[in-house]
């Protein structure tokens, strides 16, 4: 497959066509046979005419597909689709969003570069920064999520990077993405964004100066939790440029399947994301009146810290991601934990494990991006391997507890809720 992807046919849509269109519609032309849906091309190879054609087709002479490693016409309905909803020219699919970030790292950067990324972006990708790519000498560095005086701190002559994720998982914490795209640029540095939070529907950084979005296509994408994916997104000169090249050597391709999977996920993807987020605002604003709640974390509330900012970069949207933490449980203390947590830490985990375990709706699942409901206690799940000096650091009290909101009627959440909220220090 020749790097120039964009010759193979287009859908004729209007050149105007909104993002809702886009959304259902953006993809490659049906083939002979005239599908409405999307067909789903399950195939590792394809078939040329003769050998000549083959060698044309190995030698970029000519334009067509060759190997799923690199595209498939699925696969590509879904980059598409992304790329369009994102606003840039190009996307590449991964199978992961752990693979989207290794591709964009291996994709752009060597030895000796330099990365400014902030602290509160999703565990395994400061694992993958900090760690695996400083075996292969990648220096990094990483800094406050909101004060961008840290990151031009940071700044060294071989920066070559930022990273930021925006709302951060579970504090919701939000970061400038046009101050950090103007100081990555005058540094020389791109910007890359972790849009998985928000998605295209509610925040499209490269509007706002990125350079870079990545997606786990697992959470809103595919909305539903039912498979691993993940994209990359940018102009064309590097995503079918050092992008491509490092996917045919690397080879984290996204599966057709999981491709057709989310290509349908991105149908719903902004009705879902309305709903969802308008429930998610609707339980914060409750989970704020009550007696057991000591603090609401969510960028919809006129309370969390980047309101404003929020509101301006995410469509006047808060997301559909809620953590909140419970006051501590009276009473003898009797919930399992880590010896070293002291009383006061054990009597906010006690609290946080009766709220959980008192709900019959939410499911207890760390992932997110679901229609269902899903609740979870981030100081023993997610960032469980913390030291809890580590994790008070980053702000994660054993009394926090996140929730991803899903499409339940939000009555039956808050009823879900109030079981174990109520039921306290009963
Ligand atoms: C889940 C997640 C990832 C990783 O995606 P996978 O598809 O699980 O590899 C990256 N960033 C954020 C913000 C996530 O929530």
Known sequence: MSSDKKKLPRKDLPGDARIETLAVREGLPATQWGENSEALFLTSSFNHPDAATAAARFANEEEAFVYSRFTNPTTM????????????????????????????????????????????????????????????????????????????AAIRPNTKLFFAETPSNPLTEVCDIRALADMAHAAGAHLAVDNCF????????????????????????????RVLAGALCGPDSFVNGPFMATMRGAGMSLSPFNAWVVLKGLETLSIRMAAQSANATKLAQWLEQQPGVDKVYYPGLPSHPQHELAMRQQNGCGGAVVSFSVKPAAGDVTVPGPANLDEASLRLRQAAFHVIDHTRLCSITSNLGDTKTLITHPASTSHGRLTEEQRLAAGITQGMIRIAVGLEHIDDLQADLARGLDTLNV
């Open 198 to 225: 928000c998605t295209p529907a509610l925040q499209q950084p490269t509007k706002m100066g990125a350079d870079f979005v990545i997606h786990s296509g697992t959470k809103y994408l595919d909305g539903q939790g």
């Open 77 to 152: 309905m879904f980059e598409r689709r992304l790329a369009a909803l994102e606003g840039t020219e190009a996307a590449i699919a991964t199978s992961s969003g752990m693979s989207a970030i290794l591709l964009l790292i291996m994709g752009l950067l060597k030895a000796g570069d330099h990365v400014v990324c902030s602290q509160s972006v999703f565990g395994s990708t400061i694992t993958l920064i900090q760690r695996e790519f400083g075996k292969f000498g990648i220096e990094s560095t990483f800094v406050s999520q909101t004060d961008l005086s840290e990151w031009q």
